[in-house]
Nanobody, 117 residues
Framework: QVQLVESGGGLVQPGGSLTPSCAASGLPPRRYAMSWYRQAPGKEREFVATISSTGATRNFADFARGRFTITRNDAANTAHLQMNNLQPDDTAMYYC??????????WGKGTQVTVSG
C-alpha cells in the first residue's frame, strides 16, 4: 500500500525558513516524479514545485522560483521542499504528490505552514 506522509510544517515569522519533508512508502525508488502543491483557505490547490524521477529536472511556480528548492533522497524514499524568505501569502496546507502516469499517482494528507508574526 502506497503512503505519502508529510512533516516539517509549522509556524514561522515572515522572512523565516521551513523544509517540509515527504516520506513515501510502497513506491519503487526513482520511478515517480515528486511534487509539492499547496492550498490556502478559500483558494484552489496550486502547483509549487516538481522534481523528475531521476532528479535531473526541476520546475517551480513563479512565486517559488528563487526562494524554494526541491530535492529528493531516493535511498530514503523522501522528498523535501526547502522554503526561504517565507511570507504571509505562503500560508497554506502543503501537499506531497507522486506521479508516474494517469491513474498511477498519489497524494499525501498535507502539512500546515503558517507564516505570521
Amino acid at each position: 500500500q502506497v503512503q505519502l506522509v508529510e512533516s516539517g510544517g509549522g509556524l514561522v515569522q515572515p522572512g523565516g525558513s521551513l523544509t517540509p519533508s515527504c516520506a513515501a512508502s510502497g513506491l519503487p525508488p526513482r520511478r515517480y516524479a515528486m511534487s509539492w502543491y499547496r492550498q490556502a483557505p478559500g483558494k484552489e490547490r496550486e502547483f509549487v514545485a516538481t522534481i523528475s524521477s531521476t532528479g535531473a529536472t526541476r520546475n517551480f511556480a513563479d512565486f517559488a522560483r528563487g526562494r524554494f528548492t526541491i530535492t529528493r533522497n531516493d535511498a530514503a524514499n523522501t522528498a523535501h521542499l526547502q522554503m526561504n524568505n517565507l511570507q504571509p501569502d505562503d500560508t497554506a496546507m502543503y501537499y506531497c504528490y507522486a506521479f508516474r502516469a494517469r491513474s498511477d499517482d498519489f497524494w499525501g494528507k498535507g502539512t500546515q505552514v503558517t507564516v505570521s508574526g
